[in-house]
């Protein structure tokens, strides 16, 4: 893990403020969704990116009933329906 040497505080609503040098190093943008999750202990912030459920790809994602899949997965499945 690579550390930045940047501390913040929360603020009465436990928010705090990514520095702009961190977003434009991640190139995060107003809006951007962010995913949040723990490990041993640690909060770790990734820019959101949809992959599928099944195969976990990130590219020719779609919506479906409020599940992601790929194009590749969805069409293994239409195989396996007809």
């Given at each position: 893990?690579?550390?930045t040497g940047i501390v913040r505080k929360l603020d009465e609503l436990g928010r705090i403020?990514?520095?702009?040098?961190?977003?434009k190093t991640l190139d995060l943008k107003v809006k951007d969704s962010i995913e949040i999750t723990t490990d041993k202990g640690s909060i770790i912030l990734r820019k959101y990116s949809p992959a599928c459920?099944?195969?976990?790809?990130?590219t020719k994602v779609a919506n479906f009933k409020g599940k992601n899949i790929c194009s590749k997965c969805l069409n293994e499945i239409k195989l396996q329906l007809d």
């Open positions: 893990m690579e550390t403020v990514l520095p702009m040098e961190l977003r459920i099944f195969c976990g790809k990130e």
